[in-house]
């Protein structure tokens, strides 16, 4: 236990449907990242933040997707009408600033959407 | 953002030690070097992490070549726990995308009893 938390760890939805994911990092880091990871690859970063702003977004994520860090503590990932290709495994990391003890991850959310 | 290469796998038995290299070849002089492990079902878990000096804490060892454009991470003594997939990345110092970490293919490093 990373002391990330994520829930719900699965999630499975029809396609066209909207989905929300929830991250709580460790309390005192002031940044929270989001990754996603499909079968066989590495994770592919989506977005982060810096207390409760969002400093950089990635060129792959699609006016779907949506983030917040209301109040710069939990983080919520929203998927609004999914796509089957919207499957796979989304994480969590957080840290200070500067990295100096690594990101920690939390579990994951496995999303499969059918 | 910088490249990384590593081999797709590697094999190990167990207690022995293990060297996992990465080549970064167009690596900044301002770009630390970053290692994490991800095990079966698990998310990424930090191993270690340095700028030019070698680095060793109670998981691993980094050792960076002189002029920076090769590293290897070194598990002294090899565990079946240690069987995982492991990324070595480079990240930027400074400005907004400071931190961001961007993930390669990685390592898979199976262990033998």
């Known amino acids: 236990d990373t002391g990330v938390s994520q829930n719900p760890r699965h999630k499975i939805t029809k396609r066209g449907q909207n989905v929300t994911f929830r991250c709580d990092p460790i309390?005192?880091?002031?940044?929270l990242y989001w990754y996603r990871q499909t079968l066989g690859q590495g994770p592919e970063f989506l977005t982060y933040f810096q207390n409760e702003a969002q400093l950089e977004k990635s060129r792959l994520l699609s006016d779907r997707f949506s983030a917040e860090r209301p109040k710069g503590s939990f983080s919520t990932l929203e998927i609004q009408r999914t796509e089957q290709g919207d499957s796979a495994m989304y994480l969590c990391a957080s840290s200070l600033t500067g990295n100096v003890h690594g990101q920690f991850f939390g579990p994951g959310t496995r999303l499969t959407v059918l | 953002d910088a490249k990384t290469t590593q081999p797709n796998s590697m094999e190990s038995n167990e207690e022995e030690p293990v060297h996992l290299p990465c080549n970064h070849s167009?690596?900044?002089?301002?770009?630390?070097i970053h290692w994490y492990r991800q095990l079966p079902s698990q998310g990424p878990e930090y191993v270690i992490h340095g700028l030019t000096s070698n680095v060793n804490n109670r998981m691993a060892s980094l050792a960076i070549a002189e002029d920076r454009k090769s590293s290897t991470l070194i598990l002294h003594r090899a565990t079946l726990r240690d069987a995982a997939v492991y990324y070595c990345?480079?990240?930027?110092?400074?400005?907004?995308?400071?931190?961001?970490?961007?993930f390669g293919q990685g390592t898979i490093l199976t262990v033998h009893p």
């Open positions: 309390s005192e880091h002031n940044r």
């Open positions: 990345i480079l990240e930027g110092a400074g400005g907004t995308s400071y931190g961001k970490l961007t």
């Open positions: 167009t690596i900044s002089g301002t770009d630390y």
